[in-house]
């Protein structure tokens, strides 16, 4: 059971390459198919989440690996739906862009001396609930304004995110560590 958080975690990564790999399959459901891998992918999120936090099975393993599966199955997604033409693919780079840099500052922070990892923040958590509803939207109805402007509002929460990181960078920047747990970051 101590396991469990990580080898949903590791069930997620390996859901990553499947959903385009459904997505563009041909097969007459495959969209509908590739959202069921999407909805499986984000319950073993918000599972693994939970399990390690409740039952205290939080390892360092799971805190690196559970942003990473996060991070990339939304690139994937978001990747998949602009090369359809479901989605603009500057919503794509955006949030490309964002999270490389998330990756590339998170990565050189953590191999500080001080290995810093900075928190989670409520932008962060809405943009993921956010996508988490509107990835489904676009799948099933693309092209309706209305699903676009959630996608809109998820950028938005995702730019705030990044201001708010960048800010608690800042802050506590050579004060000493600030080691968490970033498993929810986003």
Same mark, same amino acid.
């Given at each position: 059971? &101590?396991?469990?958080?990580?080898i949903l975690?590791?069930?997620r990564?390996?859901?990553?390459p499947?959903?385009?790999?459904?997505?563009?399959?041909?097969?007459?459901?495959?969209q509908?198919?590739?959202?069921?891998?999407?909805?499986?992918?984000?319950?073993?999120? +918000?599972?693994?989440?939970?399990?390690?936090?409740?039952?205290?099975?939080?390892?360092?393993?799971?805190?690196?690996?559970?942003?990473?599966?996060d991070?990339?199955?939304?690139?994937v997604?978001? +990747?998949?739906l602009?090369?359809s033409?479901?989605?603009p693919?500057?919503?794509?780079?955006?949030?490309?862009?964002?999270?490389?840099?998330?990756i590339?500052?998170?990565?050189?922070?953590?191999?500080r001396?001080?290995?810093m990892?900075?928190p989670?923040?409520?932008?962060?958590k809405?943009?993921?609930?956010? +996508?988490?509803?509107?990835?489904p939207?676009?799948?099933l109805?693309?092209?309706?304004?209305?699903? +676009?402007?959630?996608i809109?509002?998820?950028l938005?929460l995702?730019?705030?995110?990044?201001?708010q990181?960048?800010?608690?960078?800042?802050?506590?920047?050579? &004060?000493?560590t600030?080691?968490?747990?970033?498993r929810?970051?986003?």
């Amino acid at each position: 059971m &101590k396991h469990l958080p990580n080898i949903l975690t590791v069930l997620r990564l390996i859901l990553v390459p499947v959903f385009p790999l459904v997505y563009f399959s041909g097969h007459p459901r495959n969209q509908l198919l590739a959202l069921a891998v999407y909805i499986v992918a984000s319950i073993t999120d +918000f599972l693994d989440g939970f399990i390690a936090r409740r039952f205290h099975f939080v390892s360092k393993v799971g805190t690196v690996l559970d942003p990473l599966a996060d991070k990339l199955m939304l690139l994937v997604v978001l +990747f998949s739906l602009s090369v359809s033409g479901a989605l603009p693919l500057w919503v794509f780079l955006f949030v490309a862009v964002k999270e490389s840099f998330m990756i590339g500052t998170g990565t050189y922070m953590y191999f500080r001396k001080e290995q810093m990892v900075i928190p989670s923040n409520i932008y962060g958590k809405l943009a993921t609930v956010l +996508f988490f509803i509107a990835i489904p939207l676009v799948i099933l109805w693309p092209g309706v304004p209305a699903v +676009f402007g959630v996608i809109m509002l998820a950028l938005l929460l995702k730019l705030l995110a990044l201001i708010q990181y960048a800010r608690h960078y800042f802050d506590t920047h050579g &004060k000493g560590t600030c080691a968490i747990d970033d498993r929810d970051a986003e």
